[in-house]
């Protein structure tokens, strides 16, 4: 079984809708971080969520962090074909140094 | 964050053959991750590079198949060996500079074919 459920697993989509990514778990994650990476390179670090409710916005990405720090959510407005890409949620567990991946999401966005 | 560099940036090998893959972080960090990505997919950890001692493999992964080596704080190497067709694959390097929030910062990635 997964650790991180994430959800869509594929997404394409038209320039300036909307769309939301979840990560969902049954374990508790002391910390939890979304990455985004495009072809040809490595997996980028967007953002770290660590407090149970904790909303973190990055232009027109927010991500949220559920209140038992089981879930996760991004939430990207008005995408660009810039926003392209795989998007990937990890957690950290307390008492391991290793990272949780999330399968991906597969993001498409045509003009 | 840290600038990862990656050597090769990618390579077609025969099978049977072995690949050494280098990874050089531009400061000194604690710990260096190895993981293995077919394109479009998510991460599988190979192994944790300790500095001064061996590699923590996960499970599926054994040492004969992906030696590690850590010989300081900027460097490691991970070398695929006897190849076939199935370890045709990315392989990317990761560095954490700390331990507390566990913010992974990645290399380029090295993409091998393996005929």
């Known amino acids: 079984t997964q650790l991180l459920e994430q959800s869509p697993q594929f997404l394409s989509i038209q320039e300036g809708e909307n769309l939301t990514v979840y990560c969902n778990s049954s374990?508790?994650?002391?910390?939890l971080q979304w990455y985004r990476q495009e072809p040809g390179e490595g997996p980028v670090l967007l953002v770290t969520?660590?407090?149970?409710?904790e909303v973190k916005k990055l232009k027109r990405l927010t991500f949220q962090f559920g209140d038992a720090r089981k879930d996760s959510s991004l939430h990207i407005t008005a995408a660009q074909t810039g926003d392209t890409g795989l998007y990937l949620c990890?957690?950290?567990?307390?008492?391991?140094?290793?990272?949780?991946f999330g399968k991906g999401t597969m993001l498409l966005v045509s003009p | 964050s840290a600038v990862i560099s990656q050597k090769p940036s990618r390579d077609i090998c025969q099978r049977g053959t072995s690949l050494t893959i280098q990874c050089q972080v531009d400061s000194q960090v604690t710990m260096m991750f190895w993981y293995r990505q077919q394109p479009g997919q998510s991460l599988t950890l190979i192994a944790t590079a300790n500095q001064g001692s061996e590699a923590t493999y996960e499970s599926g992964f054994v040492i004969d198949k992906f030696p590690i080596s850590r010989p300081n704080l900027t460097f490691s190497t991970l070398t695929v060996s006897n190849m076939s067709p199935e370890d045709s694959s990315i392989y990317l390097c990761s560095v954490e500079r700390e331990t507390i929030l566990h913010e992974q910062y990645f290399g380029p990635g090295t993409r091998l074919t393996v005929t």
């Open positions: 969520v660590v407090t149970g409710g």
């Open positions: 990890a957690g950290a567990r307390e008492g391991y140094s290793t990272l949780t």
């Open positions: 374990s508790v994650f002391s910390s």
